[in-house]
T-cell receptor
């Protein structure tokens, strides 16, 4: 079975721009979670989607949003980018959201 | 989810067993102990998890104390490729705010030396 895939792997943006990151879960997994990893804050949970609905959300501003499609693929969007949004963004999938999660390789975002 | 405490860093000689401790003294009866590792700049990799009994898979063994207040991840024959940050996570898979969420601490930096 193919693992979790994320695109793009690397991205450079400037302040004020917006960005969209994509995640394809493991086949058959319907839950997709997103995390942000920075040197200062570590790995932090952003949100989780299941059956195209956001079921859980971390403590991030509204500039961070996401969606899930009927094939379980998910996107996250960050609007009005700030320098502090530079991070590794990780996607993880699991069958229903309560089991073991499997992570993708991440998208490294650099905001200049 | 219960809080976990791990040593900041540990060293291990290649070929020897690496024993990584984790304290979770406030764990509740239905909370699982999960271990992940993250090799530099890659996504976290699932290693093993357990509830009460000791568990073993092709990667590692997980020993949970009888009172469940602590656990140890054992890599039986560490190699240089096992150098990574190891995260011990306690999770209660009950829906609501648990959906899709893992709470990561700072983890243990394991360095395997030749």
């Amino acid at each position: 079975k193919a693992g979790v895939t994320q695109t793009p792997r690397y991205l450079i943006k400037t302040r004020g721009q917006q960005v969209t990151l994509s995640c394809s879960p493991i086949s058959g997994h319907r839950s997709v979670s997103w995390y942000q990893q920075t040197p200062g804050q570590g790995l932090q949970f952003l949100f989780e989607y299941f059956s195209e609905t956001q079921r859980n959300k971390g403590n991030f501003p509204g500039r961070f949003s996401g969606r899930q499609f009927s094939n379980s693929r998910s996107e996250m969007n960050v609007s009005t980018l700030e320098l502090g949004d530079s991070a590794l963004y990780l996607c993880a999938s699991s069958p229903l959201g309560l089991e073991t999660q499997y992570f993708g390789p991440g998208t490294r975002l650099l905001v200049l | 989810d219960a809080k976990t405490t791990q040593p900041t860093s540990m060293d291990c000689a290649e070929g020897r067993a690496a024993n990584l401790p984790c304290n979770h003294s406030t764990i509740s009866g239905n909370e699982y102990v999960y271990w992940y590792r993250q090799i530099h700049s890659q996504g976290p990799q699932y290693i093993i998890h357990g509830l009460k009994n000791n568990e073993t898979n092709e990667m590692a063994s997980l020993i949970i104390t009888e009172d469940r207040k602590s656990s140890t991840l054992i890599l039986p024959h560490a190699t240089l490729r096992d150098t990574a940050v190891y995260y011990c996570i306690v999770r209660f898979p009950a829906g609501g705010t648990s959906y899709g969420k893992l709470t990561f601490g700072q983890g243990t930096i394991l360095t395997v030396h030749p």
